[in-house]
T-cell receptor, first 114, second 115 residues
Framework: AQSVTQLGSHVSVSEGALVLLRCNYS??????LFWYVQYPNQGLQLLLK??????LVKGINGFEAEFKKSETSFHLTKPSAHMSDAAEYFC????????????FGTGTQLKVEL | GAGVSQSPSNKVTEKGKDVELRCDPI?????LYWYRQSLGQGLEFLIY????????KSGLPSDRFSAERTGGSVSTLTIQRTQQEDSAVYLC?????????????FGNGTRLTVT
């Protein structure tokens, strides 16, 4: 079975500081991994995805993530936080076995302070 | 084009009543998913439709939950005899295909409150 673990349900950074949101996965097959962002009262929006091509994936809004098989990690980073980055972030792994079901982590709420 | 549309955006119901939640996917998307998002938890998969295939109902928490998709487009999630633990945000998503790298496009959700 596939699963993801997001360390830290709440992360707070100062504006301009590095953003690091952690995600570790467990998968019995080569994983497809995703990061989604959810702004208040909205649905989820795709930030980026890893699908076995380049291990460093660039997404929207300056975010990127690096797939590290040896560490079973797919951490999300952004060099300089902006106030508009405040949102909830979800890591997800594709569930093998037919269809395209995603298994989501419990989410990390990012707070950006002045 | 238009995104995934869900209605109503908010629903308050009394315990024991039935509710219907509607999802209108992106035109042309063959796959449709329902997820439930409870406070402090991640997204819980409920059910998945792909074309004319039998739906994957493996995530439905009880037989009070059911869903249908008419004409390969609009979907309705029905919860019978609602309980307080059913209170959550119900998210619908659609996808152009079932390939593992095919992204899901989410609606804004229906916030269900059972009193």
């Amino acid at each position: 079975a596939q699963s993801v673990t997001q360390l830290g349900s709440h992360v707070s950074v100062s504006e301009g500081a590095l953003v690091l949101l952690r995600c570790n996965y467990s998968s019995s097959v080569p994983p497809y991994l995703f990061w989604y962002v959810q702004y208040p009262n909205q649905g989820l929006q795709l930030l980026l995805k890893y699908t076995s091509a380049a291990t460093l994936v660039k997404g929207i809004n300056g975010f990127e993530a690096e797939f590290k098989k040896s560490e079973t990690s797919f951490h999300l980073t952004k060099p300089s936080a902006h106030m508009s980055d405040a949102a909830e972030y979800f890591c997800a792994v594709n569930t093998a076995g037919g269809g395209n079901k995603l298994t989501f982590g419990t989410g990390t709420q990012l707070k950006v302070e002045l | 084009g238009a995104g995934v549309s869900q209605s109503p955006s908010n629903k308050v119901t009394e315990k024991g009543k039935d509710v219907e939640l509607r999802c209108d996917p992106i035109s042309g998307h063959t796959a449709l998913y329902w997820y439930r998002q409870s406070l402090g938890q991640g997204l819980e998969f409920l059910i998945y439709f792909q074309g004319n295939s039998a739906p994957d109902k493996s995530g439905l928490p009880s037989d009070r939950f059911s869903a249908e998709r008419t004409g390969g487009s609009v979907s309705t999630l029905t919860i019978q005899r609602t309980q307080q633990e059913d209170s959550a945000v119900y998210l619908c998503a659609s996808s152009p295909g079932t390939e593992r790298n095919s992204p899901l496009h989410f609606g804004n959700g229906t916030r269900l409150t059972v009193t």
